[in-house]
């Protein structure tokens, strides 16, 4: 992968199989070029969310084979402190946004667990759910502000290595932005659970109902991939 400044750090630390796809001739030349965005705006001034560090966060806990969920999310939060890396999470402290919300709301419904004080969701993760968003940053205050720098092509390419290289897992596709990935996904060997997404703005119409967090655990269960705890971390498997 050619030298570069903003991204080098957090993409060194990544498992093998994730920076084999990073290091493409494609996907680095991609991320070549946000990477000179990235540098160009810090060295202005610009906050850029999640810190460098966490831009990979994701990839972190566990190799494509490993992965049991996958929940896509759109793009990081923007205010100070709250992105982490992970889709729909915020670090232990920071209010909890809308959205998870009304996810913690379904998961209580689903599966009669009490909604936890925190917003974190690394124990998720540490279990093998991919939390994605197809851009990986975003500037200070500025939604979507990084939507057109290149991250859906290196996005799409992470979830093209899942498609391919893991034996069965849940895509849970919440809105119509995760469900425009649905074609990317083999549906005769992964389950694609589709639904609303969890907005005030939208989860009345699809998403608090649906259930996916007890169908997804069926479908794993029923697959010999383990259930996921997704009240705590007892389920840990990496």
């Not at 969920?69 to 232990?92: C, K, N, R, T, W």
């Amino acid at each position: 992968m050619a030298e570069m400044n903003y991204l080098s750090p957090a993409i060194d630390s990544l498992p093998a199989a994730w920076r084999a796809v990073l290091d493409t001739p494609a996907i680095a030349a991609r991320l070549a070029d946000i990477d000179r965005v990235l540098s160009a705006r810090a060295a202005a001034g610009v906050d850029i969310y999640p810190p460098r560090a966490l831009l990979f966060n994701a990839l972190r806990f566990a190799s494509p084979e490993q992965v049991r969920v996958v929940i896509l999310g759109q793009d990081p939060y923007h205010g100070a402190g709250e992105a982490m890396g992970l889709s729909f999470s915020v670090p232990p402290g920071v209010r909890i946004p809308p959205s998870l919300r009304n996810i913690y709301k379904e998961q209580q419904s689903d599966l009669g667990l009490t909604p936890p004080a925190s917003g974190d969701l690394s124990h998720w993760a540490e279990q093998g759910v991919l939390l994605l968003n197809t851009s990986l940053s975003v500037e200070a205050d500025q939604a979507g502000s990084h939507g057109k720098l290149g991250w859906q092509q290196v996005s799409d390419a992470l979830i093209d290595v899942v498609n391919a290289a893991n034996p069965g897992c849940v895509f849970l596709l919440w809105g119509k932005w995760a469900q425009s990935k649905a074609e990317r996904i083999d549906g005769t060997r992964h389950c694609i659970l589709s639904a609303a997404h969890p907005s005030p703005l939208s989860a009345s119409r699809g998403f608090l109902g649906c259930r996916h967090f007890s169908q997804a655990n069926q479908w794993l269960a029923a697959h010999g991939r383990g259930e996921i705890a997704w009240g705590g971390a007892s389920g840990q498997l990496f």
